[in-house]
C-alpha cells in the first residue's frame, strides 16, 4: 500500500491540466462526445499498459542481472530510484527557474495545431498522448517503485492511480462531457485555473520535491543500511 500511497504523491507531483485544456479545445470545436469518450479510454487504457509493462520489464531485468552476477536486485532498483530522484528535483529546479523568468509565451496558434492534428485520428492521438507520459519524471519515478513490487495487482493499481491523480481533471471533463454536465465543470476550470494557477504551479512544485527527496531517503538508506525506508 506504501507503493500505492507513493503513486499517489506522485499523481500530484505530476499534475496536468493540458489534458483538461485539450478537451476544452475539442467540446469547443464540436468534437462528438463519443470520440472525446474514446480519446479518454484510449488514453487510460495505453497510458496503464505501458506503465504496468514498463514497471515488469524493470523489474524482470533486475532479476536477471541478479541471477548473472548473484547479486539481489536492489542494485537495479537502487540506479532506477536514484535516476527518478535527480529527475524530480532537476525537473523542481526547471519548474522553479521558470517561475522567475515568468515570461510566456501565448499557446493559441500551438493549441489550434494540435486540435487539428487530433481531429484527424483520436485513438492515435490518445496513443500518442498516452506515450507522451514517459517524458514525466512522476511517471517515470512510478514505474521505478513499481518495479520492486511483487503484486502485479498492486502494480496495476500504483498506475492506475496515478493516471487518475495527474490527469484527474482531464477525465473528470471527459465523463462529464459523457453525461452532459461539463458547462458548469468547464466554467470551474476557467476561473480556478485564472485565479489560483500561481498558487497551484508552486504547490505542485513542492510536492515534486518532496517525493523526489522521499525516493532518495529511500535510495540512501539501503546504501548505508542494507534495508529500504519505504516496505517492499
Known amino acids: 500500500m506504501n507503493v500505492i500511497a507513493l503513486a499517489f504523491g ?68 537502487v540506479g532506477a530510484e536514484g535516476a527518478a530522484s535527480v529527475g524530480l528535483l532537476g525537473w523542481a529546479a526547471a519548474r522553479l527557474h521558470r517561475h522567475i523568468k515568468s515570461g510566456k509565451e501565448p499557446q493559441e496558434s500551438q493549441d489550434s495545431r494540435v ?59 471527459a465523463i462529464a462531457i459523457m453525461c452532459d454536465r461539463h458547462q458548469p465543470l468547464i466554467a470551474w476550470f476557467e476561473r480556478v485555473r485564472a485565479r489560483y494557477s500561481t498558487l497551484i504551479r508552486s504547490s505542485i512544485t513542492v510536492v515534486i520535491i518532496l517525493c523526489g527527496l522521499i525516493l532518495l531517503a529511500d535510495m540512501a538508506t539501503f546504501l548505508l543500511s542494507g534495508h529500504w525506508l519505504l516496505p517492499e
Open 10 to 77: 506522485l499523481g500530484v507531483a505530476g499534475f496536468d491540466v493540458f489534458g483538461a485544456v485539450l478537451v476544452v479545445l475539442l467540446v469547443a470545436s464540436k468534437l462528438p462526445k463519443q470520440r472525446i469518450a474514446a480519446f479518454a479510454l484510449v488514453v487510460l487504457a495505453g497510458t496503464v499498459t505501458a506503465g504496468v509493462a514498463a514497471s515488469l520489464l524493470l523489474g524482470g531485468s533486475a532479476e536477471l542481472f541478479a541471477q548473472a552476477l548473484h547479486r539481489v536486485p536492489a542494485c537495479v532498483w
Open 115 to 173: 486540435l487539428q492534428w487530433l481531429r484527424r485520428s483520436i485513438v492515435l492521438g490518445g496513443i500518442i498522448y498516452a506515450a507522451s507520459a514517459f517524458t514525466d519524471p512522476s511517471f517515470l519515478a512510478v514505474i521505478a517503485i513499481a518495479s520492486r513490487e511483487q503484486s502485479l495487482f498492486v502494480v496495476i493499481m500504483a498506475h492506475i492511480v496515478w493516471l487518475l491523480v495527474s490527469q484527474g481533471l482531464f477525465f473528470g471533463l
